[in-house]
T-cell receptor, first 115, second 115 residues
Framework: DGGITQSPKYLFRKEGQNVTLSCEQNLNHDAMYWYRQDPGQGLRLIYYSQIVNDFQKGDIAEGYSVSREKKESFPLTVTSAQKNPTAFYLC??????????????FGPGTRLLVL | ELKVEQNPLFLSMQEGKNYTIYCNYSTTSDRLYWYRQDPGKSLESLFVLLSNGAVKQEGRLMASLDTKARLSTLHITAAVHDLSATYFCAVDIRAGGTSYGKLTFGQGTILTVHP
């Protein structure tokens, strides 16, 4: 089955610690995205990548970093500079062709909590 | 800066009733998406609206887009309990046909359908 997987489902971070959230897709999509969702709010874009080895900052990139070394993978690192990391993190992917409908397909999410 | 506003933010409906959720956005766009999110879960794509006047229907849900008014509606017909969820609209910023793949989400409408 094609889809997007995220791991872990729950992640606990200690003060000053960097943590990495995994996102893998087997949909052969070019574009991948990371969103943050806070309770009772919509999604905010952290980073996105249209092709391998290239990525752009979204609206709330401070305190986060990403890499895109493989088409299938787009890991997100929450650094110690992110002072309020507690949130639900969603990874998404899309075909990436600007002339097609750009429906984004979402993974199951990772819930990050601070100890 | 693109702003996307949904109303109402909370909607409590009786089964069998009809209602409409509104999504207003602040800048030109001809691509709008509706998603559903169940509590603690990821987002599921409902509709993709690609042009002015677009109307799509699936079951008891119908979505429409008026790009001149910068307004999309999600109409619920004869609501049933299974429709209880949070509904998000999202707008794709486009320039000259090129998608940057950046979706801006509304705050979400929490729909509760009760007997």
């Amino acid at each position: 089955d094609g889809g997007i997987t995220q791991s872990p489902k729950y992640l606990f971070r200690k003060e000053g610690q960097n943590v990495t959230l995994s996102c893998e897709q087997n949909l052969n999509h070019d574009a991948m995205y990371w969103y943050r969702q806070d309770p009772g709010q919509g999604l905010r874009l952290i980073y996105y990548s249209q092709i391998v080895n290239d990525f752009q900052k979204g609206d709330i990139a401070e305190g986060y970093s990403v890499s895109r070394e493989k088409k299938e993978s787009f890991p997100l690192t929450v650094t110690s500079a992110q002072k309020n990391p507690t949130a639900f993190y969603l990874c998404a992917s899309s075909i990436g062709d600007s002339w097609y409908q750009e429906t984004q397909y979402f993974g199951p999410g990772t819930r990050l909590l601070v100890l | 800066e693109l702003k996307v506003e949904q109303n109402p933010l909370f909607l409590s409906m009786q089964e069998g009733k009809n209602y409409t959720i509104y999504c207003n956005y602040s800048t030109t766009s001809d691509r709008l998406y509706w998603y559903r999110q169940d509590p603690g879960k990821s987002l599921e794509s409902l509709f993709v609206l690609l042009s002015n006047g677009a109307v799509k229907q699936e079951g008891r849900l119908m979505a429409s887009l008026d790009t001149k008014a910068r307004l999309s509606t999600l109409h619920i017909t004869a609501a049933v309990h299974d429709l209880s969820a949070t509904y998000f609209c999202a707008v794709d910023i486009r320039a000259g046909g090129t998608s940057y793949g950046k979706l801006t989400f509304g705050q979400g409408t929490i729909l509760t359908v009760h007997p």
